[in-house]
């Protein structure tokens, strides 16, 4: 079966679609290939699905990096509903609730991941990710990297190091709904894209 085939299939299966929106075969194919992705969609044109789908084909884990907490609790539920699993960790977790997951991640029984940028910082999660085959890493609100902009969040530029420290560089996908060329540039640098497959949808 092809990548192409694959994707589709897992579209049907996971989603309910038969083809994909403007956009999303081309990074899916991409990210299937391991080439890393910078995606400029606007919010509603599915962005999730771009990384959901290379998460769900894929061996290992997908590690979602999201400053929206409150997004990250309805993303879970709807994929674990869809038969992807899926966890978060986050500062609404006792430390319990956050050992399960850590603990089931370590076990290969979530596919993806979801957590802030802060807490890649910490010792006990960088600790974990070494120990934790990652094929992928999804950067979300990736414009939140860029000084140009006015989200910018100082703990995304600890994403690229906290990749550079993993023992194999996992495939990276950056996602953004508006970036001009100065803040595409700085994703691309601060994130140390590899020739990244670009797509601007609008």
């Not at 391991?34 to 919010?43: E, S, Y």
Request: glycine residues 6%; hydrophobic residues 45%.
């Amino acid at each position: 079966m092809t990548a192409h085939q694959a994707a589709l299939e897992a579209l049907t299966r996971y989603f309910g679609y038969d083809s994909f929106r403007p956009g999303q075969q081309g990074i899916v194919e991409a990210l299937l290939a391991g080439r890393d992705v910078l995606g400029v969609m606007p919010t509603g044109a599915g962005k999730s699905v771009c990384y959901q789908i290379p998460a769900a084909l894929s061996p290992g884990m997908t590690l979602v990096i999201s400053p929206l907490i409150s997004l990250m609790r309805d993303q879970v539920d709807a994929l674990n509903d869809l038969g992807l699993p899926a966890a978060f960790i986050n500062t609404t977790q006792t430390p319990d609730e956050q050992a399960m997951v850590f603990a089931q991640a370590a076990a290969g029984q979530i596919k993806l991941l979801y957590v802030a940028p802060e807490r890649l910082e910490t010792e006990r999660f960088r600790n974990f990710a070494v120990r934790v085959p990652i094929s992928l890493v999804a950067v979300d609100e990736a414009h939140c990297v860029s000084q140009w902009g006015q989200d910018f969040r100082s703990s995304y530029l600890g994403i690229g190091e906290f990749i550079a420290g993993l023992p194999t560089r996992p495939t990276v996908a950056a996602f953004t709904a508006t970036a001009t060329a100065h803040v595409r540039e700085d994703i691309r640098t601060h994130l140390a894209l590899r020739d990244p497959y670009e797509v601007t949808t609008s």
